[in-house]
């Protein structure tokens, strides 16, 4: 098999560590590899995408992927990164949590395909919650010093009070070797020979190889093999993966579709140039055009357009990614007033996030209400009805983006989804009233 996994990832500027003889296994045989993903939520965000893609790309190269859902791990939290200990997860917490997150995996990876590849889905608390301390201590324990646990960078850090952090306790001590027993599980019962991960984990990953060497002594055939991703950045250095919101989740009830599908458009030249890379599956040959056509006509943002494009129809669906490109051009339609009444509430409101509001009543509307009342003195959007009255005089005023006088009325034709009126001064200013 030819070993164009590694290629891909290569050109992609998606691979940071990996360990010798890794290539020469994934072009020798259909590998079988895994990732793990931890369920401190029920949910994944846009962090967890590289991973996904990582096995995405696995399938697509004829190896097999194996997705890892830590129920066990997730009651003992990964240290890796961490300058606290995690908030320990009750079992039906943790439960709720590995349901989402086998659901989120679901919708990328086919786990009821009968290709000889297809994905597997597991999760680790499956062969840990019989395993005793004692046995634990004696078959995993003793094949690994402590010295060599404690050369880990994640647990260095931890122990020389880097980062601000408070030392580490003996249950987040043993997780990596917990995680390296998951390798030595996997490699035992379906040949897994891979672990892959972001290079946060590395040292994890080479606690498993190094397990399965260790609890296999005397088998030459027992190989075992890491590779990593870089862990992704912004060009400017902030956290990547995280709005004014907070995460950017894979789910819906998390992060609407439309502000999905803006992070991506909001990128900079510089991210986006990199992101497309990482985040799309489109071949070499198309992105290097896209780039260069992209230098030549900048302000077009044709990069951003296709980086949002690729990544919203892959998580959600072209359906969705057509309504949000939709919403997301309306602001500056030129037929404003008929396309915004094609948006249903929902998808309103998420445009319009952040904007300020005011609730008026119904009745109101019965005589109209004048735009005085509608700017300064029912709303308070303006601070006086002389604001309100200047503004109208200066011809900077709209409503639904139609441009007022000071002589019209506010009536129950101008309410889009029969209770919303966006009003406008000026290009920045805009406002909300809603009708109750």
Same mark, same amino acid.
């Given at each position: 098999?030819?070993?164009?996994?590694?290629?891909?990832?290569?050109?992609?500027?998606?691979?940071?560590?990996?360990?010798?003889?890794?290539?020469?296994?994934?072009?020798?045989?259909?590998?079988?590899?895994? +990732?793990?993903?931890?369920?401190?939520?029920?949910?994944?965000? +846009?962090?967890?995408l590289v991973p996904i893609i990582l096995l995405v790309h696995l399938e697509k190269a004829g190896h097999k992927p194996v997705a890892l859902v830590?129920?066990?791990?997730?009651?003992?939290?990964?240290?890796?990164g961490k300058s606290d200990e995690r908030n320990l997860l009750d079992e039906k917490a943790l439960a709720h949590?590995?349901?989402? +997150?086998?659901?989120?995996?679901?919708?990328?990876?086919?786990?009821?395909?009968?290709?000889?590849?297809?994905?597997?889905?597991?999760?680790?608390?499956?062969?840990?919650?019989?395993?005793?301390?004692?046995?634990?201590?004696?078959?995993?324990?003793k094949r690994l010093t402590v010295n060599y646990m404690m050369a880990k960078d994640s647990v260095k850090k931890r122990l020389s009070g880097e980062e601000g952090s408070v030392g580490m306790s003996f249950t987040e001590f043993t997780y990596q070797l917990i995680q390296g027993?998951?390798?030595?599980?996997?490699?035992?019962?379906?040949?897994?020979? =891979?672990?892959?991960?972001?290079?946060?984990?590395w040292g994890n990953i080479t606690t498993g190889t190094e397990l399965v060497r260790r609890m296999n002594v005397g088998d030459e055939?027992?190989?075992?093999?890491?590779?990593?991703?870089?862990?992704?950045?912004k060009a400017d250095g902030?956290?990547?993966?995280?709005?004014?919101?907070?995460?950017?989740?894979?789910?819906?009830?998390?992060?609407?579709?439309?502000?999905?599908?803006?992070?991506?458009?909001n990128t900079t030249d510089e991210d986006a140039e990199k992101y497309i890379k990482i985040f799309t599956f489109l071949d070499k040959e198309t992105i290097e055009n896209l780039v260069a056509e992209h230098k030549e006509t900048p302000h077009l943002r044709l990069l951003q357009k296709q980086l949002a494009k690729e990544v919203t129809t892959f998580v959600h669906s072209e359906a969705d990614f057509l309504n949000a490109e939709?919403?997301?051009?309306?602001?500056?339609?030129?037929?404003?007033?008929?396309?915004?009444?094609?948006?249903?509430?929902? =998808?309103?409101?998420?445009?319009?996030?952040?904007?300020?509001?005011?609730?008026?009543?119904?009745?109101? =509307?019965?005589?109209?209400?004048?735009?005085i009342a509608a700017l300064a003195a029912k709303t308070n959007f303006l601070n006086s009805n002389g604001e309100a009255r200047r503004a109208l005089k200066e011809n900077a005023v709209s409503v639904n983006k139609e441009k007022v006088k000071e002589d019209y009325l506010i009536t129950n034709k101008d309410l889009i989804n029969g209770k919303y009126v966006v009003l406008n001064k000026g290009k920045k200013n805009t406002y909300i009233i809603k009708v109750v």
């Open positions: 098999m030819a070993n164009k996994f590694v290629e891909e990832l290569r050109w992609r500027g998606m691979v940071h560590d990996i360990m010798p003889g890794t290539e020469e296994q994934l072009s020798k045989e259909m590998t079988t590899a895994y +990732i793990g993903f931890d369920p401190t939520s029920d949910s994944l965000h +846009i962090g967890s830590g129920g066990a791990t997730g009651m003992i939290g990964d240290p890796s949590n590995v349901q989402g +997150i086998k659901n989120v995996l679901s919708r990328f990876l086919d786990f009821n395909s009968t290709k000889k590849n297809a994905p597997v889905l597991v999760n680790n608390y499956d062969w840990m919650k019989n395993f005793s301390f004692i046995d634990f201590a004696r078959d995993v324990g027993y998951d390798f030595y599980y996997l490699h035992k019962e379906m040949d897994c020979k =891979l672990q892959m991960g972001g290079s946060d984990q055939t027992a190989k075992a093999y890491a590779m990593t991703c870089p862990l992704i950045t902030s956290k990547f993966g995280k709005s004014e919101g907070g995460n950017v989740w894979l789910d819906t009830d998390k992060t609407s579709v439309y502000k999905f599908y803006q992070f991506w458009l939709k919403a997301s051009g309306i602001l500056f339609s030129k037929t404003f007033n008929e396309d915004i009444r094609t948006l249903d509430e929902k =998808l309103f409101l998420d445009v319009f996030e952040g904007v300020p509001q005011a609730e008026l009543p119904k009745a109101d =509307l019965d005589n109209g209400i004048d735009m």
